[in-house]
């Protein structure tokens, strides 16, 4: 069985730095987009920026120059680093790896985030 596992989440002062991990196990993760997404309490599920098993990657714009997502396939981790926090990214984060040619898509049970002074 799948199981993918976030990990990282917790409280950071405003301007503070964390760093989210993802494990994905049983999957030829070199063939898997990842991606962070987040929810805000009353808010829709957004992407906050992914990568593709070629390394590239997409951010939201809200995130752009503060948040950095990388991986390594020979630990079937994905990071994100995330800078300069604010309260707007308070919010529960949660990994998705979706095959990047076929239907198969999985999700972690999400990490909380929360950023107050």
């Known amino acids: 069985q799948v199981q993918v596992v976030e990990s990282g989440g917790g409280s950071m002062q405003p301007g503070g730095s964390l760093r989210l991990s993802c494990t994905a196990s049983?999957?030829?993760?070199?063939?898997?987009?990842m991606g962070w997404y987040r929810q805000a309490p009353g808010k829709q599920r957004e992407l906050v920026e992914g990568?593709?098993?070629?390394?590239?990657?997409n951010y939201a714009d809200s995130v752009k120059g503060r948040f950095t997502i990388s991986r390594d396939n020979a630990k079937n981790t994905v990071y994100l680093q995330k800078n300069s926090l604010t309260s707007e990214d308070t919010a529960v984060y949660y990994c998705?790896?979706?095959?990047?040619?076929?239907?198969?898509?999985?999700w972690g049970q999400g990490t909380q985030v929360t950023v107050s002074s």
């Open positions: 990568i593709t098993s070629g390394g590239t990657t």
């Open positions: 998705n790896v979706r095959h990047e040619q076929l239907d198969i898509n999985y």
């Open positions: 049983r999957i030829s993760f070199s063939l898997y987009f």
